[in-house]
DNA sequence: ATAGGGTTAG
């Protein structure tokens, strides 16, 4: 479960300021220890650093170069190195050479404190110099919408046009970055008549840079309209595109864009590819990543690492952890995101084990990260290894220095609840140092229904009301609770809740891939062509099913029904009628791949491991937590999910 | 003179 729960974390902002020689003037980084006399000194300094290597540069300042653009070209080197300290120590000559408000040589202190992650201290000398050009400005914003604090990116915007300065094509891509991160759709679309009217709208940057923010915060139609609007679209701007249909969800339209990029000419570059191939991994789609895979080979990324990471990503989200492990070994380098890639594949996949060991792997090759500890404590809480999960979680803080998130938090608790330790998670989530957001709650209440316990789902469940209130799975888990507990009254007292607060169940939806085409179905679906030949092939089932000894389990049918009415129901779940699909159009012995929006309930889940021993097929299901590989009459997730 | 848009792992 907590691997579906995630945001990521903010980034911290650099805070504290080291520009006291600029705040008092007496005082100077400056001084003859660092800049030595022209007869030369033994260097006392054990470790001969940047500083020596810049302060003898000064001294070799040739006489008849302008001093102004040598300056600059040491400068510049300091920001190509990310050079701080020398850049300080030239920071401090200049300022002692009186050269401090040059505006280029200005501007590229700015820019230097900006890169070396110290936008407080760019700020500082930025307040000190001229403002009267565009160009300085940009380079603070800039600053800002790379670092963060966000805002203040888009305070210093309009701080700048208040100063009367118009902002141009440089400065829209900088501002907007900082609206997209903030997902600030308000600010955005302000910006965004600003471009209009100082006409950069059309400009493939700041085009770029406006799909990216109607899409950070969930205006597809908007990015598409700008998309639309720009003439001469290059790769990037394909890109962005794809990228926004992806991030919201819509991989199909991704897809079919990229088909569109391809007919109008273009070549697809490396971030093309990993878009798409990561949309077809979000809904599951193997074959279509299979053909991006072949795509991407003809198109000679045969060697790219990070394409094949995208590959690895994808066919192991659809159920394929073997190639996936396959093209993982032919990497070139095997960065932390390959192996996050994979160790969260295999954890998905309830491969505890392969997690592991390809953990202690790992460590020998790479620094593990925080998203490495979330994929090997998710592998922990899938294989129910309790004292691994305690081991791991300790080791992060005290070996790698990663301070546990609310995620890591999530998949201990739901660690615990597996090993039906309840009142311990409940205990983890009153002393941890985060707090405690849905996917905590959800994995408690998640815990709470597999074992039955009524208490602290009704508490998980207060919790996740006041944090999502108009999720109704929720309240369907704690019914479901209820009923398994024979406490019908709670039940009523579910539906009515839900009625009164104008609540209605998710719409159940499972898709299966076949010949390049995806079948969607919702439950109790007919509109499907081979409508009839999916419930025949459903009803004979049901007879093998029930002479090799299945019996319909209904509670977790949420309605207050007959039991023969439940049972039509729940055999009409969108799982099996998609699984129904793929039995019929699919050769015997293929493995069917079924991807469901929600998690299964326990009916279908053992329904399936029946009807994959009845049938002779390996059948995946891909629920909203997990991956469930049924086989000969078991699952991979043990029962539990 | 100096700066720029898109992509992967949870």
Redesign the pocket.
């Known amino acids: 479960m907590?691997?579906r729960f995630?945001?990521?974390?903010k980034r911290t902002s650099a805070s504290s300021s080291s520009l006291s020689f600029l705040i008092n003037p007496t005082f100077t980084l400056f001084s003859y220890h660092s800049f030595p006399s022209p007869t030369p000194q033994r260097n006392t300094n054990p470790k001969p650093d940047q500083t020596l290597c810049l302060s003898s540069k000064l001294r070799a300042l040739p006489a008849q170069q302008s001093p102004s653009s040598y300056y600059?070209s040491l400068l510049q080197s300091c920001i190509a190195r990310k050079a701080i300290n020398p850049g300080k120590q030239l920071h401090a000559h200049l300022w002692h050479m009186g050269l401090g408000l040059d505006?280029?040589i200005a501007?590229?202190l700015v820019?230097l404190y900006c890169v070396c992650d110290s936008v407080t201290d760019a700020h500082i000398l930025f307040d000190r110099i001229p403002k009267g050009?565009?160009?300085l400005w940009?380079?603070l914003i800039?600053g800002y919408a790379w670092n963060g604090p966000y805002e203040a990116a888009i305070s210093l915007y309009y701080e700048m046009l208040d100063y009367g300065l118009v902002p141009?094509?440089?400065t829209f891509?900088f501002v907007l970055?900082a609206c997209?991160a903030l997902s600030a759709i308000a600010e955005g679309r302000k910006i965004h008549e600003h471009a209009i009217r100082t006409g950069w709208e059309k400009?493939?940057?700041?085009?770029?840079?406006l799909i990216?923010m109607y899409a950070k915060c969930g205006f597809v139609g908007s990015a598409r309209q700008i998309f639309e609007k720009i003439e001469v679209r290059?790769?990037?701007?394909w890109?962005?595109m794809l990228?926004a249909y992806?991030?919201n969800g819509c991989p199909d339209e991704s897809l079919a864009l990229c088909s569109e990029m391809a007919l109008a000419g273009l070549r697809p570059?490396?971030?093309?590819l990993?878009?798409v191939i990561?949309a077809s991994?979000d809904i599951a789609a193997l074959p279509q990543g299979m053909e991006l895979h072949g795509f991407s080979w003809r198109h000679g990324f045969e060697s790219n690492d990070?394409v094949k990471?995208?590959l690895v990503?994808m066919y192991a989200k659809c159920g394929s952890v073997l190639i996936a492990r396959n093209l993982f070994e032919r990497l070139k380098e095997k960065r932390?995101?390959s192996w996050?890639?994979m160790i969260?594949g295999y954890a998905?996949h309830g491969h505890a084990t392969e997690a592991l060991v390809l953990f202690e792997g790992m460590k020998e090759k790479a620094l593990p990260?925080?998203?490495t500890f979330?994929?090997v404590l998710?592998a922990c809480s899938h294989g129910g290894l309790l004292d691994e999960g305690w081991m791991f979680f300790e080791s992060m803080e005290r070996d790698y220095r990663i301070d546990p998130?609310v995620?890591h938090y999530t998949c201990m608790v739901d660690l615990l609840g597996h090993c039906g330790r309840l009142d311990e998670a409940y205990d983890l989530i009153m002393q941890m140092k985060v707090l405690p957001d849905s996917g905590m709650w959800g994995a408690l209440l998640n815990s709470c229904k597999i074992h039955g316990n009524v208490e602290l789902g009704e508490v998980a469940l207060e919790k996740l009301i006041e944090l999502e209130p108009n999720d109704s799975g929720n309240y369907v888990i704690l019914s479901n609770i209820y009923a398994q507990a024979g406490k019908w009254e709670g039940v009523a007292r579910m539906r009515k809740l839900m009625i009164d607060r104008g609540m209605k169940k998710s719409i159940a939806c499972s898709w299966i891939e076949v010949k390049n085409k995806v079948h969607a179905f919702l439950s109790g679906d007919n509109s499907h062509p081979d409508s009839d030949a999916i419930y025949a092939e459903l009803n004979r089932l049901g007879v093998r099913m029930k002479e090799a000894g299945y019996v319909p389990a209904t509670g977790s049918v949420f309605h207050d029904v007959e039991d023969d009415e439940k049972t039509t129901m729940v055999c009409s779940h969108s799982e099996r009628l998609a699984i129904a699909f793929g039995l019929i159009s699919t050769p015997p012995g293929t493995r069917i791949l079924i991807t469901k929006n929600l998690r299964v309930c326990e009916d279908c889940h053992d329904a399936i491991k029946f009807i994959s021993k009845i049938t002779e097929r390996e059948i995946t299901v891909r629920d909203i937590n997990l991956y469930h590989h049924f086989g000969d009459g078991i699952c991979s997730c043990g029962d539990y999910w």
Do not use: C, W, Y
């Open positions: 907590p691997l995630v945001t990521k974390p600059v505006i280029v501007t590229r820019n050009n565009v160009f940009n380079v800039r141009d094509n440089f891509p970055k997209s400009d493939v940057f700041v085009g770029a840079a990216d290059d790769a990037v701007l890109n962005s990228a992806s991030q570059t490396e971030a093309t990993v878009t990561s991994a990070r990471t995208a990503d932390v995101v996050n890639a969260t998905m990260d925080h998203i979330v994929g998710a998130t995620q």
